[in-house]
């Protein structure tokens, strides 16, 4: 898709996931929206209940608008990226054994693909999307119980 000559409206766009959207638009960004959601939207995620209930919030949201707006010419995606070179760590005050993954180029290259796919949500990395497909196979209390495993605060 062409983008160019077109306004882009991109919230928290000074670094990260952000910042790679708007240089990746100014490439292409018309008639579109693309929240961020993370893979956490996709389970119940104990120690970031909030965190997590607020992304599948996003999820639900964005893939109703899909629906709403098709007709309009708007597209809408949820993007669910999981662990990506951020500052999203350190602000959150996650130890550094937890950072890493992917560079926030290849999450908007992933998305902006998906949105010209005409895709509702995507879910970035192979890895990733593995994840999201087999918690989705499992009994909600178990994946929460997966979950609080993983998430568990550590000393």
Not at 17 to 30: C, K, P, S, V
Not at 53 to 72: D, P, Q, Y
Request: glycine share 10%.
């Amino acid at each position: 898709m062409d983008y160019r000559g077109k306004a882009a409206l991109i919230t928290g766009a000074s670094s990260g996931i952000g910042a790679a959207f708007a240089q990746a638009l100014a490439q292409r960004g018309d008639g579109a929206i693309v929240n961020v959601a993370s893979i956490a939207a996709w389970q119940p995620t104990p120690y970031s209940a909030v965190y997590g209930a607020s992304k599948a919030f996003v999820l639900s949201f964005s893939e109703a608008l899909t629906v709403e707006n098709r007709h309009r010419g708007v597209r809408v995606l949820a993007l669910c990226p999981g662990r990506t070179e951020t500052s999203f760590f350190a602000v959150a005050g996650i130890s550094t054994a937890r950072r890493g993954g992917r560079n926030p180029e290849q999450v908007a290259e992933t998305a902006l693909h998906a949105l010209e796919r005409g895709q509702s949500a995507v879910v970035d990395g192979a890895y990733n999307t593995m994840l999201t497909t087999a918690v989705g196979l499992l009994p909600r209390t178990w994946a929460a119980r997966l979950a609080r495993w993983r998430l568990r605060p550590r000393e």
